[in-house]
C-alpha cells in the first residue's frame, strides 16, 4: 500500500508562488509516476502536472502550462509542483496521486490512470 501526504497550501495573492509537496511512502517511490490534480468547489478534478517514474518526461494541462513545474526528488520520495504567477481560477484543492510503473501520457493525465491519491490540500488565490 502507498500513502501519500501533500503539504504546502495556503493563502497566496494573485501573481505569487507556492510549492506544494506530495511525501510517498510504502513502496518504492522510483517505481511510480506521480501526478498532480485540482478540484475547484462545484467542478470534476481535473488534471494540472504529471511526471514519469524517472523523471524524463513531464506533461501540463494547459491552463498551468509555463506557470506550474512539476519535479520528484527519488532520494527523499517525494514529488513538487512549483507554482508561479498564481491566478484566482488556480484556487483549489490540488491533489497528488501515483500510479505504478511505466504510463503513456493519455494514462497520466486522467484520473483513471492512477493507483493511490492523497487527502488533498488547500490552494486559494485572491485577486
Known amino acids: 500500500q502507498v500513502q501519500l501526504v501533500e503539504s504546502g497550501g495556503g493563502l497566496m495573492q494573485a501573481g505569487g508562488s507556492l510549492r506544494l509537496s506530495c511525501a510517498h511512502s510504502?513502496?518504492?517511490?522510483?517505481?511510480?509516476?506521480m501526478g498532480w490534480f485540482r478540484q475547484a468547489p462545484g467542478k470534476e478534478r481535473e488534471f494540472v502536472a504529471a511526471?514519469?517514474?524517472?523523471?524524463?518526461?513531464?506533461y501540463y494541462a494547459d491552463s498551468v502550462k509555463g506557470r506550474f513545474t512539476i519535479s520528484r526528488d527519488n532520494a527523499k520520495n517525494t514529488a513538487y509542483l512549483q507554482m508561479n504567477s498564481l491566478r484566482p481560477e488556480d484556487t483549489a484543492v490540488y491533489y497528488c496521486?501515483?500510479?505504478?510503473?511505466?504510463?503513456?501520457?493519455?494514462?497520466?493525465?486522467?484520473?483513471?490512470?492512477?493507483?493511490?491519491w492523497g487527502q488533498g490540500t488547500q490552494v486559494t488565490v485572491s485577486s
Open positions: 496521486a501515483a500510479r505504478f510503473g511505466v504510463a503513456q501520457a493519455v494514462e497520466l493525465v486522467a484520473t483513471s490512470g492512477y493507483d493511490y
Open positions: 510504502g513502496r518504492p517511490f522510483s517505481n511510480y509516476a
Open positions: 511526471i514519469t517514474w524517472s523523471g524524463s518526461d513531464t
